[in-house]
């Protein structure tokens, strides 16, 4: 039997929130109203887009839809899009298919990292198993090509780009880095493809298929990726969060599952004999893991990290990339749009507090 997790469409504020904080004052007042009805519209789209006429794969490739999401990513593209002609049916659809690719990388994602839990419902490929969890990453994948390709050769690639980099930061996490490298450098180059390329994309997206000034596109890219790579910097620390109801998953699920995060990494270059030791008490958890031990035997362990001197380094990461995010907007003009995208890099690495 397959849970039936509740139909998305809550507001934006449930979404993301930080709506108090991003749309705050009486002109993002009436620019929070255009990005909801614009959200509304996409989210729309995106329930017709999803339907399959196959039974099995419309049941899979709604699951992580219907189990809700922040829909950051549409998000970005409908206000940087009032930078142009504003919400068209153009961006609506470029929003959607960018939600799907980010959709699609969740199946995959949880499939590699071993993930049971992703937003409060079981993971796919603990519903279906690792093949079809796979095989629905895919198919939400060449939808969101098939959306993209109504826009010609400039949208095309772009989309194909955007996959490439998602895929090189798999695939860099999955190896790690090499002899030599550094690995907190490395680790940062994975968030910039895995999680900034996409919010890149959807920033410039709301350009680009807005129809904005030209020279706003590479600003909106840069502002985009460094905003991600706060957003995941956070994320790391609120994975080794107490509290599985504000992640969707059990606390230190990347750890357990033997994937690295940057608290992980700071400890790392720690020398003290407290740090040391911690770190090599959570490297010998993570192998016993991998060998069948109930991955609770890290509980300890991963609350020790939660309250170390690392993470709190993280937290610091996240601001000086927020900061970085919000120089990036330099080259636009003063108003409610530039006030909110400043807005949302503060938020992305203040939603822990």
Do not use: C
Request: no cysteine; proline share 5%.
């Amino acid at each position: 039997m397959t849970p039936s997790p509740s139909a998305p469409g809550s507001p934006l504020a449930s979404r993301l929130g930080m709506t108090e904080r991003v749309f705050a004052g009486p002109r993002a007042r009436k620019l929070l109203a255009t990005v909801e009805d614009g959200l509304e519209r996409v989210e729309a789209h995106l329930a017709g887009e999803l339907r399959m006429t196959d039974a099995l794969a419309d049941t899979t490739s709604r699951y992580l839809y219907q189990a809700g999401g922040k829909r950051i990513r549409p998000m970005l593209a409908l206000l940087t899009a009032q930078l142009g002609d504003g919400v068209t049916q153009d961006v609506v659809e470029a929003a959607s298919a960018l939600e799907m690719t980010h959709l699609g990388s969740l199946y995959h994602d949880d499939v590699m990292d071993g993930a049971d839990v992703r937003r409060g419902v079981p993971s796919a490929h603990a519903v279906w198993g690792n093949n079809i969890a796979i095989l629905t990453g895919d198919l939400l994948f060449s939808r969101a090509s098939q959306i993209m390709a109504r826009f010609g050769e400039r949208a095309i690639k772009l989309q194909a780009d955007t996959f490439e980099r998602l895929v090189l930061g798999q695939m860099h996490e999955t190896v790690g880095p090499q002899e030599g490298e550094d690995p907190v450098a490395f680790y940062l180059q994975v968030l910039a493809d895995k999680t900034g390329s996409l919010i890149a994309t959807s920033a410039r997206a709301g350009v680009v298929f807005g129809h904005g000034p030209l020279e706003f596109e590479e600003p909106m890219a840069l502002f985009g990726e460094k905003a991600g790579v706060a957003f995941q910097l956070l994320d790391d620390v609120i994975d080794l969060s107490a509290d599985p109801g504000e992640t969707g998953k059990v606390p230190g699920t990347d750890l357990r599952a033997g994937v690295p995060t940057m608290p992980y990494l700071l400890l790392g270059q720690r020398s003290d004999e407290t740090s040391v030791a911690l770190y090599e008490r959570i490297d010998a958890g993570v192998a016993r893991i991998a060998e069948g031990a109930d991955s609770g035997i890290l509980d300890d362990d991963l609350a020790l990290l939660r309250d170390h001197e690392a993470t709190a380094e993280t937290l610091r990461l996240a601001h000086e990339w927020s900061h970085a995010a919000t120089a990036a907007l330099d080259p636009l003009p003063a108003g409610p749009v530039r006030e909110a995208l400043a807005r949302f890099a503060r938020a992305v690495a203040d939603r822990s507090s």
